[in-house]
């Protein structure tokens, strides 16, 4: 057994081999590497400027409220199949909003209850909307970044959001 590390999110992952996506903040496994190598972008002392701190805060209200809309859809689900996708996409999100706190050295704000519709088919939609949103948002933001930690961030964000835009878009069919 080995210890791999994101270095985006820093969480440590015990196995075997290395996974193929973070399984806490989602991120591409070339993102994930042996615990000696990894330099997580949490650990880094930068100075980040105000065009990044200003949308990392976009970012954390987004995740925010992705977090709370998910825990809403998550209770209205279906089945158990969707329930619990809406409760790793939660967490996932909420996973997100930690690094930018960390990013930003702030506190994380807490989270609210949420309405969502009571239909699978119409949160799938909203879900659709939301992380189509987030994605175009995030490779945005990813061009403004001057910083080389921020950049990342929203690099890695950006393939999250997308490839949860996928799952919900295959669930609908």
Same mark, same amino acid.
């Given at each position: ?14 196995g ?5 996506q ?18 997580p ?5 930068v100075?980040?400027?105000e ?8 970012t ?11 825990q ?8 158990y199949?969707? /329930?619990?996708?809406?409760?790793? %996409?939660? !967490? *996932?999100?909420l $996973? &997100?909003?930690?690094? #930018?706190?960390k +990013? ?24 659709v909307?939301?992380?189509?949103n ?10 403004q970044a001057?910083?080389?930690?921020v /950049?990342?961030f929203?690099?890695? %964000?950006? !393939? *999250?959001e997308? $490839? &949860?835009?996928?799952? #919900?878009?295959? +669930?609908?069919?």
């Amino acid at each position: 057994m080995k210890t791999y590390i994101c270095e985006i999110c820093g969480d440590a992952y015990l196995g075997d081999g290395k996974p193929t996506q973070c399984p806490f903040c989602g991120s591409d496994e070339k993102y994930i590497k042996d615990g000696a190598e990894a330099k997580p972008i949490t650990n880094e002392s930068v100075e980040i400027g105000e065009k990044s701190k200003g949308n990392l805060m976009k970012t954390l209200r987004l995740e925010i409220n992705a977090v709370e809309t998910y825990q809403c859809m998550a209770g209205k689900a279906d089945t158990y199949e969707i /329930k619990a996708m809406y409760k790793r %996409l939660a !967490k *996932v999100e909420l $996973e &997100h909003a930690t690094i #930018v706190t960390k +990013l930003l050295k702030i506190e994380k704000p807490e989270t609210a209850d949420k309405t969502c519709a009571d239909d699978d088919r119409e949160n799938f939609e909203a879900t659709v909307k939301l992380e189509d949103n987030a994605t175009k948002l995030y490779a945005g933001f990813m061009d403004q970044a001057e910083e080389e930690i921020v /950049k990342k961030f929203f690099e890695a %964000l950006t !393939k *999250v959001e997308s $490839e &949860h835009l996928e799952l #919900v878009k295959q +669930l609908i069919g």
